[in-house]
């Protein structure tokens, strides 16, 4: 960032969409669009070409959609933090978002100043997330806590209970770390627990996690 600005590309298949996004932005000093993209192969090529510190990600679009847009990212350029920015606000969606690794999760309801401020804490390794967003994703760790784990969850609390810390465990997993942060809320809110620890012992003690090595 030799500018001394946040370097971001806008990754959306609508071009009105795109145009305002960019158009949002423009004025801001700190921030300076260095490409578009109107589906995530070019995106990826982008991000392959200039590493830049934030991707805006559109969830739908043609050849190839904003999660599996997102899980490349992550997982080929792990600088570049990817703020998903869409007007779908599903669990289900919020959820395949989320687990693909996005850093944050906006909705285009967004202002001009919000947007500004999420892709500064995205560039800083801060979760960023709509309130709607946020709203849905607490609703879903109140679940019961007799819902069974995710093999996903088995996975993280497995490498907790290895003493791993929440970077080593996205290492070992190949998600985000966020990813690992979303994933033990939702342990936490399943088990009624409060700490790592004690999920460990309670999911143990409840049959949900094996011997441990």
Request: charged share 25%; proline share 3%; glycine share 6%.
């Amino acid at each position: 960032m030799t500018s001394g600005k946040l370097r971001v590309v806008v990754v959306d298949d609508h071009a009105v969409m795109r145009a305002g996004v960019i158009a949002l932005l423009a004025s801001e000093p700190s921030i300076e669009i260095i490409g578009e993209a109107a589906d995530g192969r070019r995106a990826l090529e982008l991000v392959e070409r200039y590493e830049p510190d934030v991707a805006l990600v559109d969830l739908r679009m043609p050849v190839l959609d904003g999660v599996a847009t997102t899980t490349e990212i992550v997982a080929r350029h792990p600088r570049t933090r990817v703020l998903i920015l869409t007007t779908y606000d599903t669990d289900a969606e919020i959820e395949r978002g989320v687990e693909a690794g996005a850093i944050g999760y906006l909705l285009k309801d967004t202002t001009r100043d919000q947007l500004v401020d999420a892709i500064h804490s995205a560039s800083r390794g801060e979760t960023v997330l709509a309130p709607r967003v946020a709203a849905k994703l607490v609703a879903r760790m109140r679940q019961p806590a007799e819902v069974p784990l995710t093999a996903r969850e088995v996975d993280v609390l497995t490498a907790v209970a290895d003493g791993l810390t929440n970077a080593e465990i996205g290492a070992r997993l190949v998600i985000a770390e966020a990813t690992v942060k979303t994933h033990l809320l939702r342990l936490f809110a399943k088990l009624d627990v409060n700490d790592r620890t004690r999920a460990v012992v309670v999911a143990m003690e409840r049959g949900l996690l094996g011997r441990t090595s």
